[in-house]
């Protein structure tokens, strides 16, 4: 029986959450070490460890360098894991520059703590992207069935139908509107990234009638290159699909409602010391 254990720095617990949904790893696995559901002081020797969240304090890289030490495979679990959560957007110049803007000022508070990504200390074998990933990917990880095909884009795993005739000119609020089951969100006017956004999850959000919004990152298209190319994409889908002017997409882009997933998976390929392999990637 392999055992495995889940380190849990600075984060909100939810990626342990899905991990606990996933039930079907219980008679086959043997969680050694969750602080979340277990009373075990310290991460004991184990075949995976699974870390969530992000390095926020001297104690969480500690933990982070002293559990790796211990673990025969390392897999970076969720978003903040993977880019610092949501203080390390404190850390980023354009962040800051956005939310210290006056007409910014009285929605996002100013955020000035500084979060980093694991493998800005330590070693990763694997991602696995999400806010929180969803359970049947952690059963990827867990028996090792990363060769099962997933769909490239949330796109495809949404399956809503693209209309040609239907062009939209302006767009329509978070939770404003009547959404439609069956047509794309894009045709509808909504801010809606799935195109161009790392597939696999199911595609719940679109299926509900919420917009994707880059939770799993950049598709294996993107992954790799700047960030600015991502973003070009996610701009020229809209030209191809409305008549909404650029400038309302770009500025809906760099919204506080997709900041936190836009921004932080930026650092994919920008930072060449980070570049994250899609062969990493689940």
């Known amino acids: 029986m392999k055992n495995f254990a889940v ?21 086959q696995y043997n969680l050694a070490y969750m602080p979340l559901v277990t009373s075990v002081h310290d991460v004991p020797e184990v075949d995976l460890l699974l870390v969530s969240g992000g390095v926020r304090t001297d104690e969480d890289l500690y933990k982070l360098r002293h559990a790796v030490q211990r673990a025969g495979e390392v897999v970076a679990v969720g978003t903040c894991a993977i880019s610092g959560g949501v203080a390390n957007l404190g850390d980023r110049d354009e962040v800051r ?3 210290i803007a006056q007409a910014r000022r009285r929605h996002v508070p100013h955020l000035l703590p500084k979060s980093h990504p694991i493998d800005a200390f330590v070693e990763v074998d694997r991602y696995l992207p999400g806010c929180p990933p969803m359970s049947h990917l952690f059963m990827m990880v867990l028996t090792g069935e990363t060769e099962k095909t997933l769909a490239r884009t949330v796109c495809q795993d949404c399956g809503r139908k ?6 939209p000119e302006h767009l329509v609020g978070f939770q404003t509107g009547k959404v439609d089951p069956d047509i794309c969100l894009i045709n509808q006017g909504y801010l809606c990234i799935g195109s161009s956004t790392r597939g696999g999850c199911g595609a719940p959000c679109t299926r509900a009638g919420h917009p994707c919004v880059g939770c799993r990152g950049p598709s294996d298209a993107f992954i790799e290159k700047e960030s600015a190319v991502w973003m070009k ?16 997409i770009q500025t809906g ?30």
Do not use: H
């Open 7 to 27: 380190l849990q720095l600075s984060g909100c617990a939810g990626c342990e959450v899905s991990l606990l949904n996933a039930d079907a790893w219980v008679d």
């Open 97 to 99: 520059e956005l939310f």
């Open 162 to 167: 693209k209309l040609r005739d239907v062009r």
């Open 233 to 248: 994409s996610i701009a020229r889908v809209f030209k191809g699909m409305t008549d909404i002017p650029e400038e309302e």
């Open 253 to 282: 882009l760099r919204s506080p409602q997709l900041a936190l997933f836009l921004f932080q998976f930026s650092d994919y390929a920008d930072d060449k010391a980070t570049i994250r392999p899609k062969e990493k990637v689940l």
